[in-house]
């Protein structure tokens, strides 16, 4: 599978962005897609994530400000975030887990290539 991430840049401080990111090739069904970021040295961690039914999950750090959602029938899934802060800056890598057959329950873990988001001044 292929999820390719687009929409990251640089902005000031309470400025918005958008990210999208698009899952393409042997895929059956989608369960959860997400977000995460990281910063060198730092480990990836989880920004949000939604299930395919559009239940959600955002880490303490940007509730409130960021919001996720997807488009099943595109296999698509967004970031809009707003009130960007300095410490938003990082890479961020958009999540796929999916199965490739109906004919397995094993889902698989797709990751994007990053998209570098840079709040400043």
């Known amino acids: 599978v292929q999820l390719q991430a687009s929409g990251g840049g640089s902005v000031q401080p309470g400025g918005s962005l958008r990210l999208s990111c698009a899952a393409s090739?042997?895929?059956?069904?989608?369960?959860?897609m997400g977000w995460y970021r990281q910063t060198p040295g730092d480990q990836r961690e989880l920004v949000a994530a939604?299930?395919?039914?559009?239940?959600?999950i955002y880490s303490d750090s940007v509730k409130g400000r960021f919001d996720i959602s997807r488009d099943n029938a595109k296999n698509t899934v967004y970031l809009q975030m707003n009130d960007l802060k300095p410490e938003d800056t990082a890479r961020y890598y958009c999540?796929?887990?999916?199965?490739?057959?109906?004919?397995?329950?094993?889902?698989?873990?797709?990751w994007g290539q990053g998209t570098l988001v840079t709040v400043s001044s």
């Open positions: 090739g042997r895929i059956y069904d989608i369960n959860a």
């Open positions: 939604i299930r395919r039914i559009g239940t959600t």
């Open positions: 999540n796929a887990e999916y199965r490739s057959s109906m004919f397995t329950d094993k889902y698989l873990q797709g």
